[in-house]
């Protein structure tokens, strides 16, 4: 048995990743339930007659509170572990799905799935799993977060096919409705794998012993959260996430609405964004391990590039006889969905190691939740606006410009990190 192999905490013997296949399952429902949003939009602007910067707000509103919550999930993961939280957003996100089937007013969705099934979701994000994974996979931190992370890809992936099919089989309500059941049969079970990784262990000491420290990691010591936000490079990661979340979040959520409005059918449209988010498994997994190798900025930054090429071909698209640059929208666009997330992740285990990790990250992805909320709500008000996506697509761009710009800052001497220590 490899080191690796051993669990987090020292009452538990399931192996490492037999803690990472929870994760990736726990992950996968609550990613595919949040994403399927983007296929409720559109039910809702045909029963309720609402414009797309008002059917959005929910979706922003969703953002926000996710990125707020992640400072007390992250403290909270720090101190309960992961299985409690589990417990607690499982409960959530089922009230919330199934009360959201009897939604009949703006207000009742904002406040359902902008904040119950949002606050419900943070206790199953990768964030609860980030500090766990960290402590198992100290060599390979890049692939493990590119892992846990990948299963967001593949919720969403699954989310818009699947949900536009249950909307067209049952309805919109009764859809919600058997989110609500499938998540109550599989997220609270599952939480009992983490039984035992509750508490931290006694010794810090990794359970995977490294070749060599990652690139740009900073000698092991207890972080915590005041020391890290004197670090110019934890405002640089923050700043990171805000940007991929507004360059992403500027098109995600109108992804479907945007091929419905150039003339491509609905399934269609939801299949071919869907087969491009499926292809963000391979990329979050790809550049999470390739991070490990040639180092977390540089696989980053590839990652933007690609990301720019696909909104670029969505500028291009001009109606439905454009496939072609349907299809390389969604894969260019798709392979790159969440990818740099395992990057940011294990850079901010890399720089800032410790019993306070949870915090940290959960600090660092407010500005993911913040840029997201702006991008899924703007882009929608553009279009109210303008009658296009396209300056919201521009917009995108110049946010990944940014991004990369920031992202390569964070490659500085080490000596500017290591001033914030104590």
Not at 314 to 342: E, K, M, N, Q, V
Request: charged residues 10%; glycine residues 12%.
């Amino acid at each position: 048995m490899t080191p690796e192999t051993h669990a987090a905490s020292g009452r538990t013997a399931r192996p490492g990743w037999f803690l990472l296949a929870g994760a990736v399952l726990t992950y996968t429902f609550a990613s595919a339930v949040m994403h399927a949003y983007a296929v409720f939009l559109l039910s809702f602007l045909e029963e309720f007659g609402w414009s797309r910067a008002d059917t959005s707000i929910a979706y922003a509103v969703s953002q926000l509170v996710g990125g707020l919550s992640s400072w007390p999930v992250g403290v909270l993961v720090d101190r309960l572990g992961p299985r409690r939280l589990l417990i607690a957003g499982g409960l959530l996100m089922a009230a919330g799905l199934a009360l959201n089937a009897y939604a009949d007013a703006l207000w009742h969705v904002v406040l359902l799935y902008g904040v119950v099934m949002t606050l419900g979701n943070a206790c199953m994000g990768s964030l609860v799993f980030a500090p766990l994974m960290a402590r198992q996979f100290t060599r390979r931190r890049g692939m493990a977060m590119a892992v846990v992370q990948s299963a967001g890809g593949f919720g969403r992936a699954i989310a818009a096919p699947l949900a536009q099919l249950g909307i067209s089989a049952f309805g919109w309500r009764t859809a919600y409705l058997v989110q609500a059941v499938l998540i109550a049969i599989v997220i609270l079970p599952t939480a009992t794998l983490f039984r035992g990784a509750d508490t931290r262990p006694a010794s810090r000491a990794p359970r995977e012993a490294p070749k060599s420290p990652p690139p740009g990691a900073a000698p092991v010591t207890d972080w915590t959260l005041r020391a890290a936000m004197r670090t110019p490079h934890f405002w640089l990661l923050s700043f990171v996430y805000l940007c991929t979340s507004l360059g992403s979040f500027l098109v995600s959520l109108h992804q479907i609405a945007f091929a419905v409005d150039a003339g491509f059918e609905r399934l269609y449209a939801a299949k071919v964004i869907g087969f491009g988010a499926l292809m963000s498994v391979i990329g979050i997994l790809s550049t999470g391990t390739l991070s490990d190798h040639i180092g977390r900025e540089l696989s980053g930054i590839l990652a933007y590039a690609v990301s720019i090429m696909g909104v670029a071909c969505a500028l291009f698209i001009a109606g439905p006889d454009d496939h072609l640059l349907l299809w390389a929208h969604s894969c260019l666009f798709g392979i790159t969905w969440g990818s740099r997330g395992p990057t940011i992740t294990a850079k901010t285990a890399d720089l800032f190691p410790g019993p306070n990790l949870g915090a940290v990250l959960g600090v660092i992805t407010i500005g993911s939740g913040t840029g997201a909320a702006i991008g899924s709500w703007g882009a929608g008000w553009i279009y109210d606006v303008s009658g296009s996506y396209r300056l919201a697509f521009l917009l995108s761009i110049a946010s990944y410009l940014g991004g990369s710009i920031a992202y390569w800052a964070v490659r500085r001497p080490q000596r500017a990190v290591h001033q914030g220590r104590r």
